[in-house]
């Protein structure tokens, strides 16, 4: 069983397109987050849900926005992709304030 | 406020060498650290924690052992595999916050 599942695992997109990731996790954590890693394997932290609330927002550009229809689920959804939105975007989850758990990736390509 | 600085790669040693890499903090609070492993194509898993000064995380034939004296929580391997090539990322989690990861080091293992 997978703990934190993503989709798709690769995404090859137009620029000015809008997209969206999914995210499920199966652990019964309270909390979300979304990671996006560079080419150079950096990581930086975009999102973070609890409870359904938003409660970190790092400086990202407001195409990208988190959905979160239920505890288990938290989307991100780009709008009007850019080429340097090309990365590889995690979502991860954890339960008070414990170690994360991350999902397999989605290696986002904008052409 | 809250970061991690973890040596810069990439390392590339020969098998059954001893490995260190290097990790120091900055952070408000008592934080818990952590090591994290990706291997190429894959996400983020975690590979020790320590949640208090002087505590030991060991996995694998890792170690790093928390030093709140020098902010540190160095990752160390006696004899390295083959297998163990990978990324190896150094995190933070403050209390009650999100967690921080250092830049991430890849390491190389050569037969």
């Known amino acids: 069983d997978t703990a934190v599942s993503q989709t798709p695992k690769y995404l090859v997109t137009q620029m000015g397109n809008d997209k969206s990731i999914k995210c499920e996790q199966n652990?019964?954590?309270?909390?979300m987050y979304w990671y996006k890693q560079d080419s150079k394997k950096f990581l930086k932290i975009m999102f973070s849900y609890n409870n359904k609330e938003l409660i970190i927002n790092e400086t990202v550009p407001n195409r990208f926005s988190p959905k979160s229809p239920d505890k288990a689920h938290l989307n991100l959804h780009i709008n009007s992709l850019e080429l340097g939105d090309s990365a590889v975007y995690f979502c991860?989850?954890?339960?008070?304030?414990?170690?994360?758990?991350f999902g397999q990736g989605t290696r986002l390509t904008v052409v | 406020g809250n970061s991690v600085t973890q040596m810069e790669g990439p390392v590339t040693l020969s098998e059954e060498a001893f490995l260190t890499i290097n990790c120091t903090y900055t952070?408000?609070?008592?934080?818990?650290l952590f090591w994290y492993v990706q291997y190429p194509g894959e996400g983020l898993q975690l590979l020790l924690k320590?949640?208090?000064?002087?505590d030991k995380g060991s996995n694998k034939g890792f170690e790093a052992t928390y030093r709140k004296e020098t902010t540190s929580f160095h990752l160390e391997k006696g004899s390295v595999q083959v297998s163990d090539s990978a990324v190896y990322f150094c995190?933070?989690?403050?209390?009650?916050?999100?967690?921080?990861f250092g830049a991430g080091t890849r390491l190389t293992v050569k037969p």
């Open positions: 652990l019964g954590h309270d909390t």
């Open positions: 995190a933070l989690l403050p209390n009650n916050n999100d967690m921080r």
């Open positions: 952070a408000t609070g008592y934080p818990s």
């Open positions: 320590a949640t208090k000064a002087d």
């Open positions: 991860a989850s954890s339960q008070d304030w414990t170690e994360a758990f």
